[in-house]
């Protein structure tokens, strides 16, 4: 009896399972990638083209090669990337999610509010406004300066003006940095001077005059400031 060899007939290495390799998080404006890597049947795996799309581009866009460009949210924004492969009768799908941070806006502008004018001798609070690329603002705690002799400042703002008898004109500086970028802010201000007022007033007579004769009359004012 002839016995006929035994063929044994391996079934086929297909892909099973698709995975998706991508950046968990990105910074607003960033950019990454994401890859693709087929499970075969057989346990082994290998990288594989996808053809790829996002649930919000707008937020973040993916290419052709798997690319990622995310956008500028203004809040934390979650994006499914799903992955697609073909492969003759196989079609696997996975997806994976990428959490775009918020964009922090800029640092644009700073301002001061306070009064304009104040008396020598007297104090006056000053404040300053941060603006924003995103048209927000908020009040924001400075580093103070005056430039001219006529004022000083502390750090917070609050302004001591000296004893002048002309009108001073100093200028309120506020310097501000965040997120490394730095805004100055100034103010013109005047001091205004003290008024003299007439404390008192003093008059030298002679004692006594002798009948027919003649004496003089000296006035001293004595002024308050």
Not at 20 to 36: H, R, V
Not at 49 to 73: C, D, H, Q
Request: net charge negative.
């Amino acid at each position: 009896i002839m016995l006929a060899d035994v063929v044994r007939v391996q079934p086929p290495v297909i892909p099973t399972i698709l995975s998706l390799s991508c950046p968990s998080i990105l910074d607003a404006g960033a950019s990454g990638s994401c890859s693709a890597t087929a499970i075969l049947s057989d346990a082994s795996n290998i990288p594989v083209s996808a053809s790829w799309s996002s649930s919000n581009p707008a937020v973040l866009s993916v290419g052709s090669g798997g690319g990622l460009t995310a956008g500028t949210p203004t809040v934390d924004t979650a994006v499914t990337i799903t992955g697609n492969y073909s492969e003759v009768a196989v079609n696997l799908t996975a997806t994976a999610t990428v959490t775009v941070k918020a964009a922090i806006p800029a640092l644009t502008a700073l301002s001061i509010s306070g009064l304009t004018t104040v008396n020598a001798g007297s104090t006056a609070q000053y404040a300053s406004t941060a603006s924003y690329s995103d048209n927000s603002s908020k009040g924001v705690v400075p580093t103070w300066s005056v430039i001219g002799s006529g004022a000083s400042i502390d750090s917070n703002g609050v302004l001591t003006a000296a004893t002048v008898y002309a009108d001073s004109i100093v200028t309120v500086v506020a310097n501000y940095t965040e997120n490394g970028v730095t805004r100055t802010a100034t103010k013109s201000v005047t001091v205004k001077a003290v008024t003299a007022t007439l404390a008192d007033l003093t008059l030298n007579c002679p004692a006594t005059v002798n009948a027919g004769s003649s004496g003089g009359v000296a006035s001293g004012a004595v002024g308050a400031s």
